[in-house]
C-alpha cells in the first residue's frame, strides 16, 4: 500500500508539473485517471480499484491512438473456504479511441498483454500451492463521455489466462466491469 502512496504522489507532482507548462493544443496528451470496479466472474477476486496512465495522439480529430499502462489491484475474497490472494493487473497496451464530436460521447479500447503480479500462490490456504498465472492478452472496451479536460467512461476490463490458476472448480479470473474518470493534460504540438 506504500508503493501505491507514492505512485499516487509522484503522478499527482508530474501533474502539477506539466499542467502548469501547457499550451491549448490538444492533438498530443497525456491522460491520467482512476478506476473501479466489480471482478466478473467474482470467483476469486471481489472488486477492484486502478490507476490510468496513457499517452494520445489526436491523427485526426475524431480518432485518436496512443499507447496506454496503470495498475488495477484485484482484491481476493473467500469462496467455499479458499481464501484468495490479492493480485494486480499492469497492461501495456495500444490505445484506440474513436470521438464522433468534439465533445460527447466516444469509443475506445486497450488491447495489448496484462501482466499479473502479486503473490505467486491464488491462495493462502490452498496445500498444492496453485500458481497465479503471469499475465495474459490484455482488453478494455469502453463507452463513455469527454470534453476538452475529462473523461468518463463505463468499462469492461479483461486479462485473459486460459485454464492457469484454477483450484478445483474455482476458476482463475483477472476481469471486471467498472467506472473510470481521467484527466486530459495537453502536450503541446
Sequence with gaps: MKSMKKTILALGLMTVGLVSAQNSDMRNMLK??????????????????????????????????????????????????IKNNDFGVVPVAALIRIYPKQMGFYLGTDIGYGFIVGDKNVASNDLANTQRPDGGFYIKPEIGYHNKDWNFAVQYQKTFTGDKGEIGNQKYSAGSVGVGVGYNIPLGK
Design 32 to 81: 491520467v485517471g482512476i478506476n473501479g470496479g466489480l471482478a466478473v466472474p467474482a470467483e476469486n477476486a471481489s472488486a477492484t480499484l486502478g490507476l490510468d496512465l496513457a499517452y494520445q495522439n489526436l491523427v485526426t480529430p475524431g480518432f485518436g491512438l496512443g499507447i496506454a499502462t496503470g495498475y488495477t489491484h484485484f482484491f481476493g475474497k473467500d469462496n467455499n473456504g
